[in-house]
């Protein structure tokens, strides 16, 4: 939803799988993707100017798309991108470490992204942003002692 030329999600309760409504805005760095979208791809996607009030549509027959649709969308983005299928599950372990780790400002990102409630349950579950960092860390580390 647009407010004052802001992009906000506002979702109702039985909009969310925990049946909380959630508002919150998004980061303006994805409001030229978003403009994109809705002036330019989703109408074509309609097919027509009485289509459905949902956002995502389907480029088969310009209906909402549902659950599973996403999810096959994610493993088959994921599989022609980068070379693996990765599940909805993983997807969400993926931005949130991502969130996590470029967030900077925004220490609750993953949490908000997840839509949780409790971030602990985000870190405990879903951040992998600690492990990425050891792992750079170790990185440098041994390319320091290779040089030698």
């Known amino acids: 939803m647009e407010i004052h030329g802001k992009w906000w999600i506002v979702l109702s309760a039985a909009e969310t799988k925990e049946n909380r ?3 919150r805005p ?3 760095l994805l409001t030229p993707f978003i403009d994109c979208y809705l002036k330019q791809h989703r109408p074509v996607l309609a097919r027509s100017d009485k ?3 949902a ?3 389907s480029s088969n027959d310009g209906t909402p798309i ?3 649709q996403v999810a096959n969308v994610i493993g088959m983005t994921t599989l022609s991108t980068i070379g693996v299928k990765v599940s909805p599950h993983m997807f969400r372990t993926c931005g949130a470490s ?3 780790t470029h967030g900077g400002e925004n220490p609750y990102l993953a949490s908000a992204l997840l839509h949780h409630s409790d971030p602990n349950v985000t870190n405990a579950s879903y951040n992998r942003a600690t492990s990425l960092s050891a792992a ?3 990185r440098q580390i041994v ?3 290779a040089k030698r």
């Open 55 to 57: 956002l995502w549509l």
């Open 51 to 53: 289509a459905s009030s």
């Open 66 to 68: 549902t659950d599973k």
């Open 143 to 145: 390319r320091q002692y």
């Open 21 to 23: 409504a959630d508002e």
């Open 26 to 28: 998004v980061n303006e």
């Open 98 to 100: 991502t969130a996590a």
């Open 136 to 138: 750079e860390s170790f």
